[in-house]
């Protein structure tokens, strides 16, 4: 595809179950970013990869979120023992310039309901 | 800290007015600040920034650094404009913090 592609596109968990989300960047991006977005609410940092290596992850607001880029393309969120407050829309973005953020293409995002 | 603050949740002007989107910002270091748009059913994309000096559909933003402000003008709204818009500052290659977002309605 011609864009950013995550997956699934919604996804309700049990509260306590544990969540893979897909991000599938832009072909030859090197840069991947992962947002959360709670209802009402501005996107929020989660952390930021460069190729394999995750430069930063001072988002990720506890242990139970966990990312990785192993090969340097497809990346994947997971949340462990999902919460209600974990409930928001996960934004995956990719930039063919290093660690430019604001040069990155958005997906549509994955919509997490924890119930 | 850093903080982007956009005052307006929602902001509802008539065809062919002027609109302005407001953002204020803090942040301790040399600040660059950005628009992004998100149209209905579509993925948030860049609109236009501040170190470029740029046009963008109409669109322009100064930045002012007295008021520590960033807002977002068009002279003459159009129906197409209805979107939410997000204003952002960029903290480091890595990230961006972003304010909560006005949703603008350009009504006919």
């Known amino acids: 595809g011609a864009g950013v592609s995550q997956s699934p596109r919604y996804k309700v968990a049990k509260r306590g179950q544990d969540v893979a989300l897909r991000c599938d960047p832009i072909?030859?991006?090197?840069?991947l970013f992962w947002y959360q977005q709670a209802l009402g609410q501005g996107p929020e940092f989660l952390t930021y990869?460069?190729?394999?290596?995750?430069?930063?992850k001072s988002g990720l607001p506890s242990d139970r979120f966990f990312a990785e880029r192993p090969e340097g393309s497809v990346s994947t969120l997971k949340i462990q023992r999902t919460q209600q407050e974990d409930s928001a829309v996960y934004l995956c973005a990719s930039s063919l310039v290093q660690g430019k953020v604001t040069e990155a293409f958005f997906g549509q995002g994955t919509r997490l309901t924890v119930v | 800290a850093q903080r982007v603050t956009q005052p307006e949740k929602l902001l509802s002007v008539f065809k062919g007015a002027p609109v302005e989107l407001k953002c204020n910002y803090s942040y301790s270091g040399s600040p660059e600040l950005f628009w992004y748009v998100q149209y209905s059913r579509q993925r948030l994309q860049l609109l236009l920034r501040h170190i470029s000096r740029e046009s963008i559909k109409g669109f322009t933003a100064d930045l002012n650094k007295g008021e520590t402000s960033f807002h977002l003008k068009k002279p003459f709204a159009q129906e197409e404009d209805s979107a939410m818009y997000y204003c952002?500052?960029?903290?480091?290659?890595?990230?961006?913090?972003f304010g909560d977002g006005t949703t603008l309605t350009v009504k006919p």
């Open positions: 952002a500052l960029m903290l480091n290659a890595g990230k961006s913090t």
């Open positions: 072909s030859g991006h090197v840069s």
């Open positions: 990869f460069q190729n394999e290596a995750q430069l930063d």
